[in-house]
């Protein structure tokens, strides 16, 4: 769970009012509210639970304003739901906004940034921090820049083909698990931090990526559009012989196309992969 104070930590707020309990306040959506309608006394369609933004106009707003009338407004906007209110451009907070903040107890940050640039990049970093998540175990692999997921059964060989696919200069996002979020619609895949750039490989043990095949070999992210499953090469067993049909695999209400492909020590996995 996000906390308003990460929120300040990762943008570099100054906090200027909000006590532990306040700063602690749970963030939940991702979306943000200006609430130049709100400040004038319509609340039809105000949401309690957004973050708070105040620039220029808004101020220019209260500014101009009977400052009783914007105090009593802000007493409402500063709901106990509210996460945060962030006022940019290092505007000078009016008395009538401060009271307000101090007996509401919200939280209340400062900057110095633009407001829409502000607002577009909490709403990136707030989709992606609340984004929902799950971990698989497969490797995770970036191959002419598209997201490859490779499952199978352990001792199937996936980190083998993995290893062979970096060879041939491929990059390695994850081995044996790969963390994976639902942002805005794309399947991200990352790699515990624990883990970054390490693989396993049967009978020769942990080996460092970088060092062998050059930093180069190796990246924080993907966009995964892929899944391959391994499986072994059975001849009773029917599969997709023409690439007529294609399969799909649902991960975080996500759907992606799905290849099984079968494998056999005559077989060159990482060019048919490719």
Do not use: W
């Not at 039809?44 to 105090?71: C, H, T, V, W």
């Not at 750039?197 to 180069?216: Q, T």
């Amino acid at each position: 769970m996000l906390k308003s104070i990460e929120l300040a930590n990762h943008f570099g707020f100054k906090v200027i009012n909000g006590d532990l309990s306040a700063l602690n306040r749970p963030v939940t959506v991702a979306e943000l509210d200006r609430p130049g309608l709100e400040l004038l006394g319509l609340f039809q369609f105000y949401e309690k639970d957004r973050i708070i933004l105040l620039g220029n106009k808004e101020m220019a707003l209260i500014q101009d304003s009977d400052p009783d009338f914007i105090y009593h407004n802000c007493l409402k906007i500063f709901a106990p739901e509210c996460p945060a209110v962030v006022i940019t451009h290092n505007n000078p907070i009016p008395e009538c906004l401060m009271r307000a903040a101090r007996e509401t107890n919200v939280p209340l940050f400062s900057c110095d940034r633009d407001t829409s640039e502000l607002s577009s990049s909490i709403y990136i970093y707030l989709s992606e921090a609340l984004a929902p998540r799950t971990a698989m175990h497969a490797c995770l692999l970036e191959i002419y820049g598209v997201g490859v997921l490779l499952m199978g059964e352990s001792g199937i060989g996936k980190s083998e083909i993995s290893l062979e696919l970096i060879r041939k200069g491929h990059c390695l996002v994850a081995d044996d698990r790969v963390d994976i979020a639902d942002v805005r619609g794309k399947l991200i895949g990352t790699c515990p931090e624990t883990i970054y750039g390490m693989m396993e490989v049967r009978g020769i043990g942990i080996i460092n990526v970088s060092r062998m095949f050059g930093v180069n070999s190796l990246t924080k992210r993907s966009h995964i559009r892929l899944l391959i499953n391994l499986v072994p090469f059975n001849t009773e067993i029917p599969l997709e012989r023409i690439g007529m049909k294609t399969d799909h695999y649902e991960i975080l209400n996500e759907s992606i196309p799905l290849i099984r492909l079968p494998v056999s020590a005559a077989r060159s996995m990482a060019e048919i992969i490719e």
